[in-house]
């Protein structure tokens, strides 16, 4: 009898020590004995093979600690880093070349370069179609910048087509979106989640009245993953000649420019009353996915 009894309580210890073995302890608490049973982990509240233990193997593993005493046992891992948007190569105006980025190419054709009638005429595409044409100094946000549109002359000297300009240089047009872009919202839509693909194009349209010095404005954009397109617009109602008074629509263009997370928060505001708190806000949670 006593024979069986020593030979369960070696078994009982083998098991112990088997287990213990293969936990993530310090050299200090390996030589120690623990109590086969199940503890909770005090990080993620998972199962311990110890009670003794404070941390599980995967926490353990993680944050770099020993189960027990949680003293360092080697750099906790790293996270990795969210990868960083391809940059596109900068168009040189001076010669002809085709340039893409994602979706986007362009496509710049340069005659006679260095002459009086050197000309440039630039063509815009996006997922393979070109895009519409605009009016004189209307503009698309590219990733080369602003592209904006010169109407083609008789003699093309100069500019035709689309292109690119200095990013100080203010637009004189209005801002383009590619066809199946947009993505509408509105006052109702405040305080909403949705998902976006990348280079879609949010348009918030929030009503407002300009003369009364109030107007729309864009507080914070949180996050990489999305970018205000130019500045917000004002589009007053349809009114009868001389009517004042007359209140509109202000419009926000952000576009998705990378995987990832963002929120933006938009304040309806005097902007000279910076103490004042805002009369309305505007908030949206958005995650870019990717294609």
């Known amino acids: 009898m006593q024979r069986l009894i020593t030979a369960l ?9 088997a287990n213990v073995a293969s936990a993530e302890l310090c050299q200090k608490c390996k030589d120690q004995m623990y109590i086969m049973v199940i503890g909770e ?14 941390l599980c193997a995967k926490c353990s593993q993680e ?10 046992l080697r750099p906790a891992a790293e996270t990795p880093k969210p990868e960083q948007p391809q940059q596109p190569a900068k168009i040189d105006l001076s010669r002809s070349g085709q340039y893409k980025h994602g979706k986007w190419r362009y496509v710049l054709t340069v005659s006679l370069a260095g002459f009086k009638s050197e000309s440039r005429e630039g063509r815009l595409e996006y997922d393979g179609q070109a895009v519409p044409l605009g009016e004189l100094g209307d503009y698309y946000e590219t990733p080369w910048g602003r592209m ?3 109407p083609r002359k008789i003699l093309p000297v100069g500019n035709n087509g689309w292109i690119p300009l200095p990013p100080d240089e203010k637009p004189k047009g209005k801002l383009l979106v590619p066809p199946g872009l947009t993505v509408p919202l509105g006052e109702a839509d405040n305080g909403k989640k949705l998902s976006l693909k990348l280079d879609q194009v949010l348009v918030i349209t929030l009503p407002g009245n300009m003369t009364t010095g109030y107007s729309w404005n864009v507080e914070q954009i949180g996050g990489e993953s999305l970018r205000q397109l130019g500045e917000i617009t004002y589009e007053p109602k349809p009114s009868p000649p001389g009517m ?8 926000c263009h952000l576009q998705a420019v990378q995987p990832g997370k963002a929120s933006v928060k938009l304040v309806y505001k005097r902007p000279w009353e910076k103490q004042t708190p805002p009369e309305k806000t505007f908030t949206v949670e958005v995650a870019v996915e990717k294609d």
């Open 9 to 17: 309580a070696c078994v009982a210890l083998v098991g112990l020590v």
């Open 41 to 54: 982990c005090s990080s993620c509240g998972g199962t311990t093979a110890s009670k003794a233990f404070k």
């Open 63 to 72: 944050q770099g600690k020993c189960q027990h005493c949680l003293v360092a």
């Open 148 to 150: 904006t549109f010169f």
């Open 244 to 251: 004042v008074g007359v209140g509109g629509n202000f419009v």
